[in-house]
């Protein structure tokens, strides 16, 4: 039997790692990291390369030492290693654009309990009553995520022979946008829902991406897609789903495909214990809160659907940098 605790220390413990995530969040949304990737600072000199006050930054200087992403030495500050990797603008591991998507999955994480006594989403991301503008700022944020997620199937995956790929629940295009950008012989077909694809096609115009990105306005669950792809990319779709809603997706994206088709399947996957990994086990609490239905799925979940729906050779990849899972499989011939 587990002997009584003299102390909550888990408990002090987890409060303290919250409060670093939120100094990490004021830290890039403040961009401190950058100006100090030529070297220490004093409170002071960081304060003026960013525009505010010394007084109470200096506080958060400080609860960044602590939260191991700042380091602290005779009155001047310097990034850690991995805050110069990955939090410094121009790095090409840059991920500090993330913090508006980590701002609304936090924020929204705060309805947790209401959302369960309620029974529903408190802070439910409902497009088709939304504002148009609402819509396109969401998709802008996410597609800060959705690009190193693609850049980083890119690095895994050899997509030198695809020349049609579909981008399905698209959300803004960012998918579709990165890959083509970085095989020419790609033509894509973005696919979303209709109160999505014009906010999408904007994206892609802005991009200068209108005549190798067509986007197509249809519901993955219920609508027949344009068929002849080589590859399809979804991300952060069928976890968005009821289970039975991401089983019929999958038959409908694999109707799509051509033989031999290739499906990546970027999102939130948990081990068949679903106790971990932690990043799909505490994305929970956004689907909880934002989603009347949804989850992160399982591995043999994933399996089962892409079996009924005719794949072989499915195969779970290591998690990608933002923390992803990747489930692969190839269209039986």
């Not at 670093?20 to 004093?42: C, E, I, R, S, V």
């Not at 005549?211 to 249809?218: K, L, N, S, Y």
Request: hydrophobic share 45%; net charge negative; glycine share 6%.
């Amino acid at each position: 039997m587990e002997s009584e605790p003299t102390l909550p220390r888990r408990i002090n413990q987890l409060r303290s790692e919250a409060d670093a995530a939120f100094a990490m969040l004021a830290g890039m949304q403040l961009d401190l990291f950058t100006p100090l990737k030529n070297g220490p600072m004093t409170a002071e000199q960081i304060a003026a390369a960013i525009g505010v006050a010394s007084t109470r930054l200096r506080l958060l200087l400080y609860c960044l030492v602590a939260a191991e992403l700042l380091v602290e030495r005779d009155g001047k500050f310097s990034n850690s290693s991995e805050a110069n990797q990955f939090l410094v603008k121009g790095s090409p591991a840059y991920i500090g654009n993330k913090h508006a998507s980590l701002a609304h999955r936090w924020s929204t994480s705060l309805k947790t309990a209401e959302s369960i006594r309620q029974g529903g989403p408190q802070a439910k991301l409902d497009f088709s009553n939304s504002p148009p503008e609402e819509v396109e700022k969401f998709l802008r944020s996410i597609n800060a995520n959705t690009v190193p997620a693609a850049l980083a199937v890119l690095e895994k995956y050899d997509f030198s022979s695809v020349k049609k790929l579909m981008d399905v629940g698209s959300g803004g295009a960012g998918l579709a946008i990165t890959i083509t950008n970085a095989h020419p012989q790609i033509k894509a077909t973005a696919i979303d829902l209709p109160q999505v694809a014009p906010i999408a096609r904007k994206i892609v115009s802005e991009q200068g991406m209108n005549d190798r990105i067509d986007v197509v306005a249809a519901n993955v669950v219920t609508d027949a897609l344009p068929r002849g792809h080589d590859v399809a990319v979804l991300r952060g779709l069928l976890q968005v789903l009821s289970s039975e809603d991401a089983r019929l997706a999958v038959k409908n994206i694999g109707a799509a495909l051509n033989q031999d088709g290739k499906i990546f399947i970027i999102g939130q996957i948990l081990d068949d214990s679903r106790t971990s990994p932690a990043e799909a086990v505490g994305f929970n609490l956004a689907f909880i809160n934002s989603y009347d239905a949804g989850e992160s799925y399982t591995e043999a979940e994933h399996r089962e659907w892409l079996s009924e729906a005719g794949f072989v050779d499915v195969e779970r990849a290591d998690f990608l940098l933002d923390g992803s899972g990747l489930m692969t499989a190839r269209k039986r011939p």
